[in-house]
């Protein structure tokens, strides 16, 4: 079994009730060890995730630990979501960890937060930095009564709000049904369930406590966070299925990852030249001759 750990100040949201994964503080190497240890003495191998818009803590601690521990049974694993996102991914790997190789689980959450929808509404997108924001939304930010609905990940976006286009585009949505969990900061969620709800043709919309992060994410205090993701029973392990990976070449555990997420060593790429030919289809059977009949005697 697997130790999922989040290495940012990201509050568990409690729609997993089963399992949680532990929160760790990024500031503090001790209190960091105090938490690894026990997790690398109980568990096959221990999973940091932490926010690839704020890697700085992490990845240090990380380095850190392996060294005093001397141990490579620890990976950092960053993902590109908001922190309500990244909270309800982490719940769902640790989930997970008891049906999972270590190394397909780091696959499984890059899976995981390509699969959701993440996003909010905003105010104002003028101190937007980690979604990339065009001059247009910007300028937009300071007219009156303007609002905008802002996508992160990999579906990142920035559609400003009007009463013809109350929601972007999204796309491909998670298998159905679709469940949301939303949080809102000084702001209400009139958005969320008049526009979001219906053009997602969500089952359900969860309100849970704010994230501390959310307001630096966002660059406002005025937002109303959400996470849209399939609620299908079987949604998790239809996942873990097309997460399955080979073993790495150094070390031998299993990854899913272009680099190896336990020894960093970067995996070869399987080209067509060293994959076997395809087998070539039967030739015909050549039809045999028959031999022409004898001339008749004269």
């Not at 290495?7 to 009730?17: K, L, N, W």
């Not at 995981?112 to 905003?122: F, K, P, Q, S, Y």
């Not at 469940?179 to 369930?193: E, I, M, N, P, Q």
Request: hydrophobic residues 45%.
């Amino acid at each position: 079994m697997t130790a999922i750990l989040v290495a940012a100040d990201v509050p568990s949201s409690g729609v997993i009730r089963e399992v949680r994964a532990g929160r760790l503080d990024p500031g503090s190497l001790t209190a960091f060890l105090d938490r690894l240890v026990p997790a690398l003495r109980e568990h096959r191998a221990v999973l940091v995730l932490y926010p690839a818009w704020r890697p700085d803590p992490a990845e240090r601690l990380v380095r850190l630990a392996r060294g005093v521990l001397r141990t490579d049974r620890v990976a950092a694993v960053p993902l590109d979501v908001p922190p309500l996102a990244l909270s309800l991914i982490a719940d769902q790997l640790a989930y997970m960890a008891r049906h999972v190789s270590p190394g397909v689980l780091t696959g499984l959450a890059r899976r995981l937060a390509a699969e959701v929808v993440a996003g909010a509404w905003v105010n104002s997108v003028a101190r937007l930095e980690h979604v990339e924001t065009g001059l247009g939304p910007h300028l937009s930010s300071f007219l009156p009564g303007s609002s905008f609905m802002v996508l992160a990940g990999e579906r990142a976006d920035v559609h400003r709000i009007t009463d013809r286009d109350p929601v972007a585009r999204l796309g491909s949505m998670p298998p159905a049904p679709v469940v949301v969990l939303a949080s809102a900061g000084d702001a209400d969620g009139a958005w969320l369930h008049t526009a979001f709800k219906p053009a997602v043709a969500a089952a359900s919309v969860t309100m849970v406590a704010a994230q501390p992060l959310s307001p630096d994410f966002w660059g406002t205090r005025k937002y109303v966070e959400f996470v849209a993701f399939s609620g299908h029973p079987g949604a998790l392990s239809r996942a873990a299925r097309l997460s399955t990976g080979r073993p790495c070449g150094w070390c031998g555990a299993t990854t899913a990852l272009p680099t190896c997420a336990f020894c960093g060593m970067v995996q070869p790429v399987r080209s067509r030249r060293h994959q076997p030919p395809p087998p070539r289809p039967p030739r015909p059977a050549r039809p045999v001759p028959v031999p022409a009949a004898p001339a008749a005697a004269p």
